[in-house]
């Protein structure tokens, strides 16, 4: 009789998954049904309600791609302050402790950085089931909340979290850090160069298809027709100061080609909305977050995507909002320190232009330069970024690779299990 092979499990803990459009949550979920396609039973311990919008309620149960996803009540209660997102956080962890504990057939766990504490309910269900963790660094506390002036580096709280994370860092079994500035954070913390891979962040591909002008309803619904459109899209994060862009686009009104267009949510898009209220300028424009079914024609109406990256960010969070441009062609401009991540992908590629923090001179100079180029160089440097995603930064290529990151921990798992004890 053929023996019967088990069926493997995968615990996933993350407080976002789709149809949340957050893009931590967008990244799980590519993994998520990728090991499901591999045979593995897998289950998302998720929030019930919507991160950046808590009104918005997700069913309880739901097989999406063949994976089970369990949302938790009572784990989201928006980003408006942080007591509620605390108090959210907690809740969560304690939830998916209780239920990952007596998940039945457990063989790994795959927890990243969203909550930052996230990792502490993994840390304890692989302690005690004895199965190991695949940790996914999208970014990096308590240096975040340092360099946010938020606590001090010598506060009880640094050394209570680099604890932890140092014991998560000795516990996986795989690393996945986003870029090399992040990587020598990491090893600064613990020793783990063994197990610990960089690889970025590939684009939603499933969700991005480049839509001529012409075609785009999204630029008709809005007025494009004719503009040269400057957008950022997604989260706006206080790490992430769009002002430079905002002071440079008040001087430009004069220039009716012009338009700069910020679409999503978070608590740095006050500072557009109060730029708007404020001057009531008449080339800065404000959307909320677009639904993922209308996604391609609203990111495919630029000419020139933004990517920022805050001053103090390097290394602690990952400009993944630049993959997404580059999958579809478009430039980049890039307002952020030298050296980055996202400067060694613009600088070196010719992908677009890069400018600093509080230089608006340079920032004006730079935008009408950008508005005259003829449109066969644009398309040129869209064309390099284009291509450079599809031949070593696609989901097919990454997605693949983290997933036998996964794999590996399960089989070195199994192997260490089968070795007697003397």
Not at 206 to 223: I, M, Q, S, T, W
Request: proline share 7%; net charge positive; with cysteine.
């Amino acid at each position: 009789m053929p023996k019967h092979t088990p069926i493997k499990t995968l615990l996933i803990l993350s407080q976002v998954y789709p149809p949340d459009p957050t893009s931590v949550g967008q990244h799980i979920a590519d993994v998520a049904g990728a090991m499901a396609k591999r045979g593995y039973r897998v289950i998302v311990l998720t929030a019930n309600r919507g991160y950046n919008d808590p009104s918005v309620k997700y069913e309880s149960k739901e097989l999406r791609d063949g994976v089970n996803v369990r949302r938790l009540p009572l784990s989201s209660f928006g980003k408006r302050s942080i007591v509620l997102r605390l108090l959210g956080q907690g809740s969560f962890l304690i939830q998916c402790i209780v239920r990952g504990l007596f998940v039945g057939r457990l063989s790994c766990l795959l927890v990243s950085t969203s909550p930052p504490m996230c990792s502490v309910a993994a840390l304890l269900i692989s302690i005690v089931r004895r199965r190991p963790i695949t940790y996914w660094l999208m970014d990096l506390n308590p240096d975040q909340m340092i360099e946010m002036g938020w606590i001090k580096p010598s506060s009880p709280i640094v050394k209570i979290f680099n604890w932890f994370n140092r014991r998560i860092l000795r516990r996986s079994t795989g690393i996945v850090a986003l870029d090399r500035f992040m990587a020598e954070r990491v090893l600064r913390k613990a020793d783990v160069k063994d197990k610990l891979t960089v690889m970025p962040p590939w684009p939603h591909e499933g969700h991005l298809e480049v839509v001529a002008h012409a075609d785009n309803p999204f630029r008709k619904a809005h007025g494009l027709d004719g503009k040269f459109v400057i957008m950022y899209s997604g989260n706006h994060s206080v790490c992430t100061p769009l002002r430079t862009v905002l002071d440079a686009a008040l001087q430009l009104q004069d220039d009716p080609r012009l338009v700069f267009m910020f679409i999503g949510d978070g608590t740095g898009k006050r500072e557009v909305d109060d730029t708007i209220a404020e001057h009531q300028p008449n080339n800065i424009r404000s959307l909320p977050y677009q639904p993922l079914s209308q996604i391609k024609y609203s990111l495919s109406a630029a000419d020139v995507h933004l990517v920022v990256v805050g001053p103090s960010e390097v290394g602690v969070r990952h400009p993944c909002k630049i993959y997404g441009a580059m999958a579809l062609g478009r430039p980049i401009l890039l307002l952020g320190p030298d050296p980055c991540h996202a400067s060694d992908l613009v600088d070196e590629n010719d992908l677009g232009w890069h400018i600093q923090h509080g230089d608006v001179d340079a920032a004006i100079s730079t935008i009408k330069k950008m508005v005259d180029q003829d449109a066969g160089v644009l398309a040129e440097m869209g064309q390099r970024g284009k291509e450079i995603v599809s031949e070593q930064l696609s989901q097919d290529i990454l997605c693949t690779r983290f997933c036998d990151i996964i794999e590996s921990g399960v089989q070195s798992n199994a192997a260490a299990s089968s070795i007697p004890a003397h």
